[in-house]
Nanobody, 114 residues
Framework: HVQLVESGGGSVQAGGPLRLSCVASGYTGSKCIGWFRQAPGKEREFVSS???????SDADSVKGRFTISRDNAKNTVYLQMNSLKSEDTALYYC??????????WGQGTQVTVS
């Protein structure tokens, strides 16, 4: 079965960087992978995604600060987050695209910016 495991979250001061990783397993080929986040009391929101061919898409709130990338040989997608702000504090999830929607989700990794 498809499994996604996030890592790299933690606590960081405003302005600092963090890099999140998402390791995927349980399927052949490459899927579109996305990063989402959910802050306390708020709905989950899209952050960034990357297709199998490397085409990336970012939310306006993170453009110029976050960079998504992938290493298909390692089945890993990264989210490099720079110039972090307090409003970036959230639980970050990675998800894999299925036939019609984001069908597969990881458990999340917490990012706290103070």
């Amino acid at each position: 079965h498809v499994q996604l495991v996030e890592s790299g979250g933690g606590s960081v001061q405003a302005g600092g960087p963090l890099r999140l990783s998402c390791v995927a397993s349980g399927y052949t080929g490459s899927k579109c992978i996305g990063w989402f986040r959910q802050a306390p009391g708020k709905e989950r929101e899209f952050v960034s995604s990357i297709r199998a061919d490397g085409t990336a898409s970012d939310a306006d709130s993170v453009k110029g600060r976050f960079t998504i990338s992938r290493d298909n040989a390692k089945n890993t997608v990264y989210l490099q987050m720079n110039s972090l702000k307090s409003e970036d504090t959230a639980l970050y999830y990675c998800a894999a695209r299925g036939l019609l929607d984001w069908d597969y989700w990881g458990q999340g990794t917490q990012v706290t910016v103070s």
